[in-house]
């Protein structure tokens, strides 16, 4: 186990691709971290540079304060688990999974009673005299992982480890993850490309958007207080919802164009509003109300928004209903039992509390998004003032 310092980490591949660039964070001792961003966001760089397997360009990277750049894996004892698992094939799980403690020459009996600790731990007891290419893709990955646990790493690194799985499977082996991490307490790095993954099984998350990191925090401190527009988008089940406002005028009351519409804005926005830059709003679905055309007053508390129905769908316990308003949409969840028929006339309310606003331009978010902040951030600094 170990605390895991990197420092300034730049990463580039042939003197073209600057695949890591000048990141910075620290993971506590027995954390589990996730770090998450599209793909080629450069999240399986920075694990291979925590691993060994790369050398980082610039920068440090140390575990319990002690550099380690020139350590081999084998010499940071750093496990990993990769997408698709490298078993041998040919050999059992047993096999398999003792396969690191024999290179080392530890005696039989303790061999055995380590490999037999750690396959109850992953619950794969009744397949261990089984040949890898005879199991489940489930079954091997969770060998893969008996396999990195059993020589009690400083660190745990997994890229994409249940990726490939169904969505029962996964949703099982997230849970079943994070209890093994909680209960080892080994510091622990997942690379993901999915927000769920990262949200439910790490202690903090590292959002990563081309080579860049965007924000470091908690889940809630992630979902609730994005610090740009591409944050709120790309975190969460549903994406939030971000246009542009332009045409802004105030006279008395805040008013300007979304989609080609007019649309007044609340009074919050005031603060946000100058005339070189655009007004960048967010909503998530959940914070946005679909009526029929006409049904909903506008009364200066909410933003309206005028539009015809994109397209409804049905998610079982809720209606997640896409609005075509001028050239953007805008997506609201309602209840389950209301009915939209595709291009019916509607209007769509965002109260005035579930709204966020962001710097700049929409679709082009500043990298660096030290400048941004949301609606959020903003009425708890004034809360805390
Ligand atoms: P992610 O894991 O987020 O998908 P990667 O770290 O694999 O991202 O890649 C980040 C960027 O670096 C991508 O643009 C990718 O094409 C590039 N890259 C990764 N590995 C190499 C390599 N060995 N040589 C050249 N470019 C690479
Ligand atoms: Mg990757």
């Known amino acids: 186990m170990a605390k895991v310092t990197l420092s300034g980490i730049n990463?580039?591949?042939?003197?073209?691709?600057?695949?890591?660039?000048?990141?910075?964070?620290?993971?506590?001792?027995?954390?589990?971290?996730?770090?998450l961003g599209p793909s080629g966001s450069g999240k399986t760089s920075v694990l291979r540079?925590?691993?060994?397997?790369?050398?980082?360009?610039?920068?440090?990277?140390?575990?319990?304060?002690?550099?380690?750049?020139?350590?081999?894996?084998?010499?940071?004892?750093?496990?990993?688990v990769f997408e698709q698992n490298a078993l041998y094939p040919h050999m059992t799980a047993r096999q398999n999974i003792s396969y690191p403690l024999r290179i080392r020459g530890l005696p039989r009996a303790e061999i055995d009673a380590?490999?037999?600790?750690?396959?109850?731990?992953?619950?794969?007891?009744?397949?261990?005299d089984r040949r890898a290419s005879q199991m489940s893709g489930g079954?091997?990955?969770?060998?893969?992982?008996?396999?990195?646990?059993?020589?009690?790493?400083?660190?745990?690194?997994?890229?994409?480890?249940?990726?490939?799985?169904?969505?029962?499977?996964?949703?099982?082996?997230?849970?079943?993850?994070?209890?093994?991490?909680?209960?080892?307490?080994t510091t622990s790095v997942i690379v993901t490309h999915d927000p769920i993954e990262a949200m439910t099984m790490t202690d903090r998350?590292?959002?990563?958007?081309?080579?860049?990191?965007?924000?470091?925090?908690?889940?809630?401190e992630i979902y609730n207080r994005p610090v740009n527009a591409f944050v709120a988008q790309f975190f969460g089940l549903h994406s939030m919802n971000v246009f542009e406002i332009d045409g802004i005028a105030d006279a008395g009351v805040l008013a300007g164009h979304c989609g080609g519409e007019a649309v007044s804005l609340p009074d919050m926005?005031?603060?946000h509003v100058s005339l070189e830059r655009k007004l960048v709003i967010g909503a998530r679905p959940s914070g946005v109300a679909v009526h029929k055309a006409g049904e909903i007053a506008r009364d200066g508390e909410r933003l309206v928004v005028a539009g015809r129905v994109y397209v409804a769908e049905q998610l079982g316990d809720a209606l997640l209903v896409t609005v075509q308003a001028g050239d953007t949409t805008i997506q609201a969840m309602t209840a389950?039992?209301?009915?939209?028929?595709?291009?019916?006339?509607?209007?769509?309310?965002?109260?005035?509390?579930?709204?966020?606003?962001?710097?700049?331009?929409?679709r082009s978010t500043a990298r660096h998004a030290t400048s941004a902040r949301s609606a959020v951030a903003d009425r708890l600094a004034a809360s805390q003032a």
């Open 11 to 35: 990463k580039w591949y042939g003197g073209t691709v600057h695949a890591v660039q000048d990141i910075s964070f620290e993971i506590a001792d027995g954390e589990f971290f996730g770090l």
């Open 49 to 80: 540079m925590l691993a060994g397997l790369e050398k980082p360009t610039s920068g440090t990277i140390a575990f319990d304060g002690a550099a380690v750049e020139r350590q081999t894996p084998q010499a940071r004892n750093v496990a990993m």
């Open 114 to 128: 380590k490999v037999g600790e750690v396959a109850d731990m992953l619950n794969i007891r009744h397949l261990i």
């Open 139 to 185: 079954q091997q990955q969770r060998v893969a992982i008996a396999r990195a646990l059993v020589r009690r790493p400083n660190l745990l690194c997994l890229d994409e480890p249940i990726a490939h799985l169904d969505t029962l499977l996964r949703a099982r082996l997230r849970g079943e993850l994070k209890r093994l991490q909680r209960s080892l307490g």
């Open 205 to 220: 998350i590292a959002v990563m958007r081309d080579g860049v990191m965007q924000q470091i925090g908690t889940a809630d």
């Open 269 to 271: 926005a005031r603060a």
């Open 336 to 362: 389950p039992d209301r009915s939209f028929a595709i291009d019916e006339p509607v209007e769509v309310s965002i109260r005035e509390d579930s709204l966020y606003v962001f710097d700049g331009p929409a």
